[in-house]
């Protein structure tokens, strides 16, 4: 089945610093891939998504590129903000095997950024 | 710009009672989906409906069930509630099972308690 690996946190930045968040996945069809954010105590926020190859899906300053060869969509950031402290998910949902469009999370990355 | 709208919010119910959740999709969306999260878990699919029929079903119990009804609208029914069954269940929304617009928009979530 379709599974999504993600790096384990927390991770710990300075403000200011460079952010990378890696994200696997493995799937039998061709997915699309998203990245969502959950702050402390809401919901989940669609950050960014990419539905093929070579896509990069970007919002807010983060980044994200649809690899089809390595099977990966790593995120990325250029310069973190304390507010960006929060949880992120990278996710996938795979309609072209009949499965429906039911997302598969990975286990998140908690980041947390200190002045 | 509308989002999607749970309710309640937060529930605390003793073991073996039942509850109802609430979900109300985004204007125009007619596919609804259900997810539980577990205290440090990352999101698991539940159930989903597309034009008030079942278009997918994930790891939902047998306890449970849920329904859409004509205003798309959903509603997540929970009975002979167990402690294993505190969690975050986030109700997300899309325009189109099959279409090309695949995201998914989530709502903040009901916290339920099971004492």
Request: charged content about 20%; overall charge negative; proline content about 4%.
């Amino acid at each position: 089945g379709d599974s999504v690996t993600q790096m384990e946190g927390p991770v710990t930045l300075s403000e200011e610093a460079f952010l990378t968040i890696n994200c696997t996945y493995t799937a039998t069809g061709y997915p699309s891939l998203f990245w969502y954010v959950q702050y402390p105590g809401e919901g989940l926020q669609l950050l960014l998504k990419a539905t093929k190859a070579d896509d990069k899906g970007s919002n807010k300053g983060f980044e994200a590129t649809y690899r089809k060869e390595t099977t990966s969509f790593h995120l990325e950031k250029g310069s973190v903000q304390v507010s960006d402290s929060a949880v992120y998910f990278c996710a996938l949902s795979d309609r072209t095997t009949g499965g429906g469009n039911k997302l598969t999370f990975g286990t998140g990355t908690q980041l947390k950024v200190e002045l | 710009a509308a989002g999607v709208i749970q309710s309640p919010r937060h529930l605390i119910k003793e073991k073996r009672e039942t509850a109802t959740l609430k979900c109300y999709p985004i204007p125009r969306h007619d596919t609804v989906y259900w997810y539980q999260q577990g205290p440090g878990q990352d999101p698991q699919f539940l159930i989903s409906f597309y034009e008030k029929m079942q278009s997918d079903k994930g790891s939902i119990p047998d306890r449970f069930s849920a329904q859409q009804f004509s205003d798309y609208h959903s509603e997540l029914n929970m009975s002979s509630l167990e402690l294993g069954d505190s969690a975050l269940y986030f109700c997300a929304s899309s325009l189109g099972f099959a279409g090309v617009t695949d995201t998914q928009y989530f709502g903040p979530g009901t916290r339920l308690t099971v004492l």
